[in-house]
């Protein structure tokens, strides 16, 4: 079993540094998660987790992938994809959002609402519809800027390219 490193995310997947969570716990009361297990964790499965911190008014942010998910504690919740920089809004005030999410093992379609970037250490959002910004001042800026660094790094741009099909019209 791979030794786990003081800096690196916790196991449990809360999104803390090892170090600040189940380094703490006895290790009697650590359950890490079967590698069986970790593979089917899905975009709704994460969807889900933020959803309800964003209905408990609980700020967590996490990694999936090419997405990004956060909560805050106002309760509105985001989910965020990178690639394509899309987003769109999971949970305002603590009431979740229906958000149609149409997943597979070999496709993820979701029907984006937004487009986000990080400037001056905001994050802003912008409407396809209505084509109006939003500045998002509770959003963890810092913490999206750096994994969006992160995984562009960790993944060529071929393959990051690769992420998002075209869309075929039917006749």
Same mark, same amino acid.
């Given at each position: 079993?791979?030794?786990?490193?003081?800096?690196?995310?916790?196991?449990?997947?809360?999104?803390?540094?090892?170090?600040?969570?189940?380094?703490?716990?006895?290790?009697?009361?650590?359950?890490?998660?079967?590698?069986?297990?970790?593979?089917?964790?899905?975009?709704?499965?994460?969807?889900?987790?933020?959803?309800?911190?964003?209905?408990?008014?609980?700020?967590?942010?996490?990694?999936?992938?090419?997405?990004?998910?956060?909560?805050?504690?106002?309760?509105?919740?985001?989910?965020?994809?990178?690639?394509?920089?899309?987003?769109?809004?999971?949970?305002? =005030?603590? +009431? $979740?959002?229906? #958000?149609?999410?149409? !997943?597979?093992?070999? &496709? @993820?379609?979701? /029907?984006?609402?937004?487009?986000?970037?990080?400037? =001056?250490? +905001? $994050?802003?959002? #912008?409407?396809?519809? !209505?084509?109006?910004? &939003? @500045?998002?001042? /509770?959003?963890?800026?810092?913490?999206?800027?750096?994994?969006? +660094?992160?995984?562009?790094?960790?993944?060529?741009?071929?393959?990051?390219?690769?992420?998002?099909?075209?869309?075929?019209?039917?006749?």
């Amino acid at each position: 079993m791979k030794k786990i490193g003081r800096n690196e995310k916790c196991p449990c997947r809360s999104g803390k540094k090892y170090k600040h969570c189940c380094a703490l716990k006895p290790q009697a009361m650590m359950k890490p998660m079967a590698p069986e297990n970790a593979a089917r964790v899905t975009l709704k499965d994460a969807v889900d987790h933020i959803g309800a911190a964003a209905g408990a008014k609980k700020q967590v942010f996490r990694e999936l992938g090419v997405f990004l998910l956060f909560s805050t504690l106002a309760g509105d919740a985001w989910l965020l994809e990178i690639t394509e920089s899309d987003c769109i809004q999971l949970a305002r =005030d603590g +009431r $979740l959002i229906d #958000v149609p999410i149409d !997943e597979s093992p070999e &496709t @993820i379609v979701v /029907d984006w609402t937004h487009t986000f970037a990080v400037k =001056d250490r +905001r $994050l802003e959002v #912008v409407s396809y519809e !209505e084509k109006t910004t &939003t @500045i998002l001042p /509770d959003a963890p800026t810092g913490a999206i800027h750096s994994a969006i +660094r992160r995984i562009r790094k960790r993944h060529s741009p071929e393959l990051l390219d690769q992420v998002h099909l075209d869309t075929i019209e039917a006749p």
